[in-house]
């Protein structure tokens, strides 16, 4: 450990893939990963996270909530149901953009995730060791007929199945610019939410809000997905938030689903 020379076999995966109910086996959406890691490699992951998690957890956004010791989904839908009762006791009209990222665990870039250890964990060996980990990983294909692909590298993200990969994405993304709107996080889940007496601040707010997520998840090399990213309005009446959607590939307006009344 001290040479942080970790063996190859460790860090090489074996991916099955299994057949979605009711789809069709020719396109590759149709088929569910399931990664198997090896062993002595989970063990060693789960020694790193003893030590490392009590430290960068109190370093972490509050609003946070995904994976982490005493929280849950439950806390943010009862915070963001709260928000949007009292928009409407204070006679407020309430919107809301729930992002969406694109395969973010798998598009975790190393180096900048190097940068952010670095900047939380006091120890450089650690940080060194981490990365060893994450990085160089490899993995075989097979779909359970006994066939398997050649050999794959994998360049960036973490590995499916790590108990680090939850920790480490949550400090790749613990520097995320915090909006004027309030925001509610669930690992890569983030939704923001606006109240206003009229409409037009709340959508201008919102799209403005949104383009600065943008711009941070470009420069992090993280994608949102403009076709999950939708927004929401909540209000007495019937009403669409009208939100451009601005991200790395395209500037268009954000979906909007079904008003809450």
Known sequence: MRQLKIPKIWRRALIVAIPKPEEPLGHPKSYCPISLLCIPF???????????????????????????????????????????????????????????????????????LTCKLLQLLPDRHMVRMIMEMVGNRSFTLTTGNGKRSRLRLLKNGGAQGSVLAPLLFNIYISDLPTPVSRKYAYA??????????????????????????????????????????????????????????????????????????
Not at 66 to 75: D, L
């Open 42 to 112: 989970k063990i060693l992951e789960r020694l790193v996270y003893a030590r490392v998690e009590p430290i960068i957890d109190p370093l972490l956004p509050w609003e946070q909530e995904g994976f982490r010791h005493g929280r849950s989904t439950v806390e943010q839908v009862t915070l963001l149901t709260q928000d949007i009762e009292d928009s409407f006791s204070a006679k407020k009209k309430a919107g809301a953009v729930f992002v969406d990222l694109t395969a973010a665990y798998d598009t975790v870039w190393h180096r900048g």
């Open 188 to 261: 890569e889940d983030l939704a923001i939410m606006h109240a206003d007496i009229n409409w037009q601040a709340v959508e201008g707010l919102l799209t403005k809000d949104t383009a600065t997520v943008g711009e941070y998840l470009q420069t992090w090399k993280l994608t949102l997905s403009t076709t999950k990213t939708v927004s929401a309005t909540s209000t007495l009446t019937i009403r669409k938030l009208n939100v451009t959607l601005k991200s790395n590939t395209t500037t268009k307006p954000c979906p909007s689903s079904a008003s809450l009344q």
